[in-house]
T-cell receptor, first 112, second 112 residues
Framework: DAGITQSPRHKVTETGTPVTLRCHQT?????MYWYRQDPGHGLRLIHY???????DKGEVSDGYSVSRSKTEDFLLTLESATSSQTSVYFC???????????FGPGTRLTVT | QKEVEQNSGPLSVPEGAIASLNCTYS??????FFWYRQYSGKSPELIMS????GDKEDGRFTAQLNKASQYVSLLIRDSQPSDSATYLC????????????FGAGTILRVKS
């Protein structure tokens, strides 16, 4: 998985609780991304980062926040989890916007 | 409207045959095009990238790009049962800030 790890790999949480997912890379790539993948919707971008402390929204950013304090780490936080956020979350990295993205192994999140 | 369209399939081919997967996109200004393979329960894996018109070959895989007609295709020669997966087309879309937009994927089944 191109030096990308995600933690946790599986999580079950209750509605209303905060959840933080972590993505860690060892490739020193500038760009990092968070996607969610749901049946019928494919991969959709939540947020992305183009450098330390530089982040921007994707198409499904409502209810999510991100932070990047180090090049290698990109955190995704669900402030108050809802059942609609049950999904598989993938982190990806790339050298630049136009270049290939490489994906981490994913986190399966279930909100009950 | 950013769109990357793929036939959802399933596309069934016999072992040893050529599998042809197609993708069309809406943004004429797109510059980068990628094919990912995703096995069930796994993360997307990059198999081909193509940036200019024409064909690009890598082993049993050939990517074909036609910017004038706004389509990109993937040919898999000598298909094997291990090629059975979902294939995702992804396009960097200028109208979406050059971010990657994914198609919903085509399910490929190779029958032995």
């Amino acid at each position: 998985d191109a030096g990308i790890t995600q933690s946790p790999r599986h999580k079950v949480t209750e509605t209303g609780t905060p959840v933080t997912l972590r993505c860690h890379q060892t490739e020193n790539h500038r760009y990092m991304y968070w996607y969610r993948q749901d049946p019928g919707h494919g991969l959709r971008l939540i947020h992305y980062s183009y450098g330390v402390k530089d982040t921007d929204k994707g198409e499904v950013s409502d209810g999510y926040s991100v932070s990047r304090s180090k090049t290698e780490d990109f955190l995704l936080t669900l402030e108050s989890a809802t059942s609609s956020q049950t999904s598989v979350y993938f982190c990806a990295i790339s050298r630049d916007l136009y270049y290939e993205q490489y994906f981490g192994p994913g986190t399966r999140l279930t909100v009950t | 409207q950013k769109e990357v369209e793929q036939n959802s399939g399933p596309l069934s081919v016999p072992e040893g045959a050529i599998a042809s997967l197609n993708c069309t996109y809406s943004d004429r200004g797109s510059q980068s095009f990628f094919w990912y393979r995703q096995y069930s329960g796994k993360s997307p894996e990059l198999i081909m990238s193509i940036y200019s018109n024409g064909d690009k070959e890598d082993g049993r895989f050939t990517a074909q790009l036609n910017k004038a007609s706004q389509y990109v295709s993937l040919l898999i020669r000598d298909s094997q049962p291990s090629d059975s997966a979902t294939y995702l087309c992804a396009v960097n879309m200028k109208e979406y800030g050059n971010k990657l937009v994914f198609g919903a994927g085509t399910i490929l089944r190779v029958k032995s």
